[in-house]
């Protein structure tokens, strides 16, 4: 920041410094210098969302909850930028006390795609308006079809226990952070990691307990085989985060990748012991030591797995398929012809469902 402020002396277009120059106003807390700074971002690229994205909430900062949405009013049009427009109009709408127009606004954001943090937000909305049991309903229709996400698991088993989820975005630098969480995650998927990784460290700078960010930024640098550096931002996931368990997971993983062996299975030994409802660790436990060649160790680990699953699947047939390897490759030759016979009747029971 403070290189922007000298870049900016002489280049006051220069489109990063004055990105920089809004990002340290809203560290502060300044709204009034946000709105200020935000009109000389140049209107174009990614400051096309970028630009009335900050606006709104140095608007939202000032009590100008009109004037926000009036800013996010700018982004439409615009197919690409359509969900964002929806999700900040519902936080927009839910910061400024106006629930109908919130849950309209979430609505229309599920309705586009169902996204995880989406689903965090809308039941936290729903639980914090005095709706638990909907929220439940709806947290659990969604765990239907992602059983094993940590995050929407840990929110449901909270309102159950009763719990009041915290503020979702307490204010309006936290709905910034959640602004350049939102890029950060998009242009991950897209593959541009390089400004995917420069939005979530600042979604991570505006608020740092945000461990989705740092999940997002770790998976971009995984992406790239920075296992090292991935790793350590995954370690700043604390133990009490719903992001946890993967946050272990892939540090585990990325040892192995930094041939780090002993490590990694002594880390993931641990999980499995720690978690015996889960197949996770045990997975990526087989895939570690079949990598190394421990072929015999790697089928213990498979085999614990498929203990734990209680009715097998179509899509079990890979972990089925990689055991039936390991087995054939320690020399395990009687039980890899067992296992062919598993196998084969999991193939005909996908051939039923195809029919």
Sequence with gaps: MTLAQRVLATDPANANANLLNVIGAAKKGDYAAIAAAVQKMPQQGINRLIAPGLDAWAQVGQNKPDDALASLGKLAGNNAYEPFLQYHSALVNWQAGRTDKAEEAFKRTLTAGTGVRQMQAYGSFLAQTGRTQEAVRALRSYMDVQPNDEAIASLLSALEAGKKPDPFVPDARAGMAELFYGLATSLTVENAFGPAR??????????????????????????????????????????????????????????????????????????????????????????????????????????????????????DWVVLYTRGTVLERSGQWERSEEHTSELQSLRHLVCRLLL
């Design 198 to 315: 420069n939005y979530a460290r600042i979604a991570i700078y505006l608020r740092p307990d945000l461990d989705g960010a740092k999940s997002v930024l770790a998976t971009g640098m995984e992406r790239e085989e920075l296992w090292a550096q991935a790793n350590e931002v995954l370690g700043a996931i604390p133990a009490s985060s719903p992001f946890s368990w993967d946050a272990r997971n892939r540090i585990a993983v990325n040892l192995g990748r930094l041939d780090r062996t002993d490590e990694a299975v002594a880390m993931l030994t641990r999980m499995a012991d720690e978690r015996k409802d889960r197949t996770d660790a045990l997975m990526n436990l087989g895939d570690i030591l079949r990598g190394k060649e421990r072929f015999a160790e790697a089928a213990k680990a498979y085999d614990r797995a498929i203990e734990r699953m209680p009715k097998l699947a179509p899509d």
